[in-house]
């Protein structure tokens, strides 16, 4: 059985920081491409980051460059989502989601391009 589970949202003021980790079992992390995506309230959900599992490649939203840091340890079979210089526009709850196929990683900011997903964790920035 497929199973992703996030943990590290919390609340924090502006400019602070978060570290996000999703938990992976019942598959081969070492072979699967992860990403994360947020969804704030009224809004439609987002792709923030993406790791590729053949090539180590990692992608990200515009929005987050310079800020996000994603990285796995296929040993513990978790992904990570490093979030400094938070802003209030971080704001939502963010999902793991496991893509279908690794080859479809030039779609991963579509959320048909996955298969499996996590239940999410809020995160809050506010003053």
């Known amino acids: 059985q497929v199973l992703l589970v996030e943990s590290g949202g919390g609340s924090v003021q502006p400019g602070g920081s978060l570290r996000l980790s999703c938990v992976a079992s019942g598959f081969n992390l070492r072979y699967s491409a992860i990403g994360w995506f947020r969804q704030a309230p009224g809004k439609d959900p987002e792709g923030v980051s993406c790791t590729d599992s053949r090539d180590g490649m990692k992608y990200y939203h515009d929005s987050v460059k310079g800020r996000f840091t994603i990285s796995r340890d296929n040993a513990k079979s978790t992904v990570y989502l490093q979030m400094n210089s938070l802003r209030p526009e971080d704001t939502g709850v963010y999902s793991c989601?496991?893509?279908?196929?690794?080859?479809?990683?030039?779609?991963?900011?579509?959320?048909?391009?996955?298969?499996?997903w996590g239940q999410g964790t809020q995160v809050t920035v506010s003053s």
């Open positions: 989601g496991r893509l279908r196929h690794p080859a479809l990683v030039g779609q991963w900011t579509s959320r048909s391009a996955y298969g499996y």
